[in-house]
């Protein structure tokens, strides 16, 4: 981060271009409402125990609205997404446990978080953030649960893994369906993209194992 606007006060003409071009983008992106279907993902595993795992993703969209703030650096969305995880076949050694998490992975192109001035009216900072909101806990039996609040800080460059849930699976099967979880940024010129996910995972005496499905890049 310091290092980018190092190189905004050193080649302060040519930057100046590069972030009203970038604001630009995001006084357009924040301007309209709009919705994007992600198509289905799914993904099979055969085990070293000879059992089948399989993971999917499926009624994926997101739901752009302008933020509330009306700031051209923030945005914001409403996603919903559905995970199944589900374990056939006839393996030799019994399964003892298995779980399926969703969840999303946000990056930041280019963060002004360090309180820059911008030439238009306002500043920006102290720091890119990113706010997950989703409905009340939810505890069952102590072993599942989702988290009502996330927030972490975004950096340029990196991306932000956010699960929204983890469960486990009962008769060889479980699900999570998250609709409507609001994603807001802050302080982030450029593009916000989000790229979901779903992990299925199983554990024997003898093995473990895992396979995840990615969604299609949107952005938010």
Same mark, same amino acid.
């Given at each position: ?52 795992? $399989?993971?999917?993703?499926? $009624? ?44 999303? $992975? ?70 999570? #369906? ?27 005496? #003898? ?11 949107? #952005?938010?």
């Amino acid at each position: 981060m310091e290092i980018i606007f190092m190189g905004l006060r050193r080649y302060g003409a040519a930057c100046t271009g590069l972030l009203a071009g970038v604001l630009a983008f995001g006084m357009a992106a924040a301007g309209t409402a709009d919705a994007e279907v992600v198509g289905d993902k799914q993904r099979d595993v055969r085990t070293d125990d000879g059992w089948m795992l $399989q993971v999917s993703k499926s $009624q994926e969209n997101l739901d752009r609205w302008p933020a509330l703030s009306a700031v051209p650096t923030s945005r914001e969305g409403f996603v919903s997404l559905k995970a199944i995880a589900a374990i056939t076949g006839a393996g030799r050694v019994p399964v003892s446990s298995g779980t399926v998490t969703l969840g999303y $992975q946000i990056g930041c192109q280019v963060d002004v978080s360090t309180g820059l001035t911008l030439g238009l009216g306002f500043s920006i900072g102290p720091n890119a953030s990113l706010n997950i909101s989703y409905p009340p806990s939810v505890s069952v039996g102590g072993q599942a649960s989702v988290s009502p609040n996330i927030s972490t800080t975004l950096k340029p460059g990196a991306i932000a893994t956010v699960p929204f849930g983890s469960k486990p699976l009962a008769a060889s099967r479980a699900s999570i #369906t998250a609709d409507q979880v609001e994603i807001k940024v802050d302080a982030c010129a450029g593009p916000v993209t989000l790229r979901s996910y779903a992990t299925a995972s199983m554990s024997t005496a #003898t093995a473990d194992n895992s396979v995840t499905v990615y969604g299609d890049p949107i #952005t938010l």
